[in-house]
């Protein structure tokens, strides 16, 4: 049994040049391609052809090695069909998902740009199996995951599980996790999304996140 297929391309003669320090915005209808772009960017998705280089090293032809050492200079937030995909861990609390964030980023940052976790989906329980000192124990990490709740106003919420706060707060989770491990790359996927126009206003104000 033979079956053609008739793929469209989700993007064609894309030529994007990003300098440093600067901020780009990528604007597009839902199902243009913006996430399937970043995707590429960091090294989730193989393109069918073209380059992606960040600095001068190229993501897709880099062996695991310089592609580990890429991932540790970006900090990522993925977006998806819900606020939990790829953005959040719904089994620890709030503050727990920025812990393990901040963690991840010392010790393993093929996470913190999104990438696999290990053997577990869950790097926060990964501490726990492999006898690592558990994040709580750390105090410089739990006085920055403090002062990113505070700035996302997150705290009266911060011990709770993601299922039991509200979708806005959830995401603003997200973005907290991606924007408080430090990085010369922040990608970040529909960053707004369910978030009320005030905090939206704070998002854009970078005095109050970066």
């Known amino acids: 049994l033979e079956v053609e297929l008739d793929y469209e391309p989700v993007l064609r003669g894309v030529d994007l040049e990003i300098a440093a320090g600067r901020v780009c915005v990528l604007v ?35 062996d695991p090695a310089t592609l580990l050492e890429i991932r540790r200079n970006l900090s990522a937030l993925h977006g998806g069909s819900t606020v939990y995909e790829g953005s959040i861990f719904a089994s620890v609390t709030i503050r727990e998902n920025l812990l393990t964030r901040l963690h991840e980023k010392l010790t393993n940052p093929s996470v913190a740009a999104g990438g696999s976790g290990g053997h577990t989906n869950n790097p926060y329980v990964r501490l726990y199996v492999e006898r690592l000192p558990r994040v709580h124990a750390l105090p410089e990490l739990a006085e920055q995951a403090q002062d990113w709740l505070e700035r996302f106003d997150l705290l009266e919420v911060a011990d709770l599980l993601p299922c039991d706060v509200s979708a806005g707060q959830r995401r603003r989770a997200a973005l907290a996790s991606a924007l408080a491990v430090d990085a010369q790359l922040y990608v970040l996927d529909d960053p707004d999304g369910a978030l009320d126009i005030h905090h939206r206003e704070v998002i854009v104000d970078r005095k109050s996140v970066v």
């Open 28 to 62: 597009g209808a839902s199902g243009s391609g913006k996430t399937t772009l970043i995707r590429h960017l960091l090294g989730l998705l193989p393109p069918d052809e073209g380059t992606v280089l960040i600095g001068d090293r190229n993501v897709w032809s880099s």
